[in-house]
């Protein structure tokens, strides 16, 4: 009687040990399909982003970039980290904080022409409070025209 | 401290309406962090030598560190109705035209401020603790008291170290900033203090285990003192997220209900884990088994509040840099995490193996479901927990920024609930120890064959029918037939009367039902939403029409409202079927004039069955505008599933056995203690 308990209570813990790997495979598998990457326009001009991935870029709205298409919401805008530019394309509303010469971080695929497609453009939270995304973007051009765009 | 006397000496000289009432409020929390040392000591070491005296000491404690916190909030309650902008927190979060409700609200509309809340919200359960314990044996009690005082310890340290909220300002500014028009909503009166009510609520549950893990005694006894406390904070929790994501249904303007943000995340762990906790007490009391489980959910279910309180006040989130700009919040911040979690995991570690094991139990038995729908919500928790905190690791040790989006939650979320659903047809009808397999399958047949039929025959009937609508379906109808089942036998079993058939089951019962009935309303309607909810954005003109599910939606344009502290653009929708009207949506676009910042406000007309919700984008001149329409299927049913576990929280609280312990024990003076009130 005791080997059956002892049986059981393994049978128990085989099953629940498979069970807890069986849910550690799932998440981590989904967690690896699922992460979005972070890309400047600097890194995508020079075709350092994955192709038909849908990723993150972030920077300024270029000023006088903004274009309404007819329809009212079909949007095209330019997005600078004030080094390089990446144009956009939106079908959509834009969410309440959208400004030129503000920062913006917009989700979508980069085309072969080079227009970025943008299935989602993030609000941010307050006027003050730029996206993390686009402050690194400019820190990060910041840093690059210190050092690389010196000797020219 | 010495900038504080100096803006003081300034102010007096140049303004005449200075009061000191800041500097009071401040005073006197260094006041409560003075009782909460001695709380957090002289009852532990009491306890643990058995001094009575200072066993004693405890209550009296209590009840003063509550009135110090409680005054202090009410200092800068007082700061904010009188506009004093010399306050720095006050000139942050408020504003002189901001409406005397929000002004009030706004108390907790910044990190220093919901510190402090959070403070007096656990001074308040304390206070609860020490005056419904009269049952608990009074070394336990000093114990359970004394490790809630450590807690406050911790709080009132941090604040006074590197958040304090009376803080002045040199020179006072002229007026406040405002409070994020984000926050200018009854929402923010009612939702952050029911959801802190829930976190620090869990801290209860976690003195309670400490306690336990203290004095070596960890009984039925001591799960039935510690289950209504767990289960009342997990009502609040659950109360508390629900206006949550209610609010960012109106507020938001897009239409959801939840978006996996880490906000939302961090207030979803511990509910995960409190919700496990509840079900491994209920073990524990009937059956004597998870003890050591039972604690350790505990231990995790306040560790995820406080990790949770910090990710959301501290800024981490919106940029980890944020840290930075403040190292000593930081440095406290993770130093008191460690010291919190890493303390009690320690003394788990040496303790645990001395609190012994439960009674046997079966592998087919309610235990072993139980056990395996704890295992589900752990596994659930931990899967948030990498998704939330992943991308803040990855970017603070600067490999980059990652985002990991609702995809995911999704996609982890669902296959982990389902089983836990399908269990909870299963577990409320398994006999404890030992249950017989095919009993159970010949019981449920007919529930599960109700349930199939149902979860295909209604998406055919709704016209559009795909795998994930019928799984989700299937799960509601499965937990609404077995709990109807289980309903109807069990009130076939006593006699009398419908009423007496209904007494005859006790309170705890009912609210268990209840509460699982709650899930399958969620279900239903989170099913319903995501699978036949539908939406446009169109460009409007006054006068033009949009269709969107048989409905026609007519613009009839915007007309300008001037509101206390913003400007609105107020749009006209009539919504109308086959030429009737239906219902007339207002959806707004404000302006705050303070900060500029601009706002969405929804117009939704709610409804049993559906809600009409629209939204404004931007102007698109000549009176024409951007605007989002949504059909909104049973979306309702989300927030009235989580009232519905509320309630059955409640009613389990409610139990007779809770209330009969401690009366009858309070009619016996055995509590020594009490006299030292």
New interface residues.
């Given amino acids: 009687m005791a080997l059956k308990?002892r049986h059981?209570r393994f049978?128990?813990i085989g099953?629940?040990l498979g069970?807890?790997g069986l849910?550690?495979m799932?998440?981590l598998n989904?967690?690896q399909?699922?992460?979005?990457?972070?890309y400047t326009p600097t890194q995508a001009a020079q075709g350092d982003v994955p192709k038909n991935t849908s990723f993150?870029i972030g920077g300024l709205v270029e000023e006088n970039s903004f274009k309404?298409g007819e329809?009212?919401?079909s949007v095209r805008f330019v997005i600078t980290d004030t080094a390089k530019t990446v144009p956009v394309l939106y079908k959509?509303?834009?969410p309440?904080?959208f400004k030129e010469g503000k920062g913006v971080v917009a989700q979508g695929k980069l085309g072969e022409d080079g227009m970025f497609t943008a299935s989602e453009v993030l609000a941010k939270?307050?006027?003050n409070?730029m996206p993390?995304?686009a402050?690194?973007a400019l820190k990060q051009a910041q840093t690059q025209s210190n050092t690389v765009v010196m000797p020219k | 401290m010495v900038a504080n006397e100096q803006s003081q000496s300034n102010r007096q000289n140049c303004d005449k309406d200075v009061d000191v009432i800041p500097e009071i409020g401040h005073f006197s929390l260094i006041l409560a962090l003075l009782t909460a040392v001695l709380l957090g000591s002289i009852p532990l070491i009491g306890a643990a030598r058995g001094n009575a005296v200072w066993i004693g000491l405890a209550k009296p404690l209590v009840n003063v560190q509550f009135l110090l916190i409680a005054f202090a909030f009410i200092c800068l309650a007082y700061a904010f109705a009188t506009n004093d902008f010399s306050v720095a927190y006050v000139a942050k979060n408020s504003n002189s035209k901001l409406p005397l409700q929000f002004r009030i609200a706004a108390v907790w509309g910044g990190h220093e401020g919901s510190l402090l809340l959070w403070a007096l919200i656990l001074s308040m359960w304390t206070v609860a603790v020490g005056l419904f314990s009269k049952h608990i044996p009074d070394n336990m009690r000093a114990r359970i008291l004394g490790v809630m005082g450590l807690v406050s310890v911790g709080f009132l340290l941090f604040m006074l170290i590197a958040s304090n909220p009376f803080e002045r300002m040199i020179p006072a500014a002229l007026d406040g900033s405002d409070l994020?028009p984000?926050l200018q909503d009854p929402g923010m009166i009612f939702h952050p203090p029911m959801l802190y009510m829930g976190y620090v609520g869990f801290s209860v549950a976690f003195a309670f285990s400490i306690a336990a893990l203290l004095g070596g005694q960890l009984d039925a006894a001591w799960a039935r003192w510690s289950r209504p406390w767990t289960t009342l904070a997990w009502v609040f929790l659950t109360i508390g997220i629900m206006l949550g994501s209610n609010w960012a249904y109106y507020e938001l303007g897009w239409g959801g209900w939840w978006f996996w943000d880490a906000v939302e995340n961090a207030s979803f762990m511990p509910w995960l884990v409190g919700t496990a906790l509840i079900h491994s007490l209920a073990v524990t009391e009937k059956r004597g088994s998870f003890k050591a489980w039972t604690v350790l959910l505990a231990i995790c279910a306040f560790s995820l509040s406080l990790l949770g309180t910090f990710l959301v006040r501290s800024g981490v989130i919106?940029?980890?840099?944020a840290f930075a700009t403040d190292p000593r919040r930081g440095v406290f911040i993770l130093a008191f995490l460690v010291v919190v979690i890493g303390g009690s995991l320690a003394l788990y570690a040496w303790r645990a193996p001395k609190i012994g094991r439960g009674g046997?139990f079966?592998?087919v038995s309610r235990e072993?479901f139980l056990?395996?729908n704890n295992?589900?919500l752990a596994?659930a928790a931990?899967?948030v927990l990498?998704?939330t905190l992943?991308p803040l690791f990855v970017?603070a040790l600067g490999y980059?920024?990652?985002?990991?989006?609702p995809?995911?939650f999704d996609?982890?979320f669902a296959?982990?609930m389902a089983p836990a659903l399908f269990l909870m047809g299963v577990g409320p009808i398994a006999r404890w120890k030992e249950s017989s397999l095919p009993e159970l399958a010949t019981r449920l047949r007919w529930a599960l064959a109700i349930s199939l039929i149902l979860a295909i025959a209604l998406p055919f009937a709704l016209g559009n029918f795909t795998a994930w609508i019928g799984f989700g379906l299937f799960l509601a109808f499965w937990v609404f037939v077995t709990s109807f089942e289980l309903i109807y036998k069990r009130l076939a079993k006593s006699t009398g009367s419908l009423m007496a058939r209904i007494q005859a089951n006790s309170r705890s019962w009912w609210g268990m039902v209840i509460a699982h009935l709650g899930i399958a309303v969620f279900t239903l309607g989170v099913t319903i939403v995501k699978g036949y909810e539908s939406e446009i954005?169109?460009?409007m003109a006054p006068g033009e029409v949009a269709h969107l599910a048989g409905y026609d939606f007519t613009f009839d344009g915007v007309k300008a409202v001037q509101g206390p502290n913003f400007e609105a653009s107020v749009g006209q929708i009539h919504v109308s079927k086959n030429g009737k009207l239906r219902t007339v949506l207002e959806p707004q676009k404000r302006i705050y004039t303070v900060?500029?910042?601009?706002?969405?406000e929804a117009g939704i007309s709610p409804h049993f069955i559906h809600d009409l919700y629209a939204s404004l984008?931007?102007p698109?001149g000549d009176g024409?505008w951007?605007v989002?329409i949504y059909h909104k299927p049973m979306v309702e049913w989300i927030w009235f599933g989580c009232l519905m576990m509320g309630f059955g929280g409640i009613l389990a609280i409610a139990d007779k056995r809770y209330r009969l312990r401690n009366r009858s024990k309070n009619d016996t003076p055995s509590n020594t203690s009490g006299a030292a009130v």
């Avoid at chain 2, 900060?595 to 969405?600: E, H, K, V």
């Fill in positions: 308990a059981k049978i128990l099953i629940g069970l807890i849910a550690a799932l998440i989904a967690f399909s699922n992460m979005v990457f972070f993150r309404r329809d009212g919401l959509g509303v834009l309440d904080l939270h307050d006027e409070y993390p995304e402050a690194e | 994020n984000l919106t940029s980890v840099h046997q079966d592998v072993s056990l395996a295992v589900l596994v931990m899967a990498l998704g992943y970017d980059g920024k990652i985002s990991v989006g995809p995911y996609a982890v296959p982990l954005a169109v460009k900060s500029g910042m601009p706002m969405t984008g931007e698109l024409a951007s989002r």
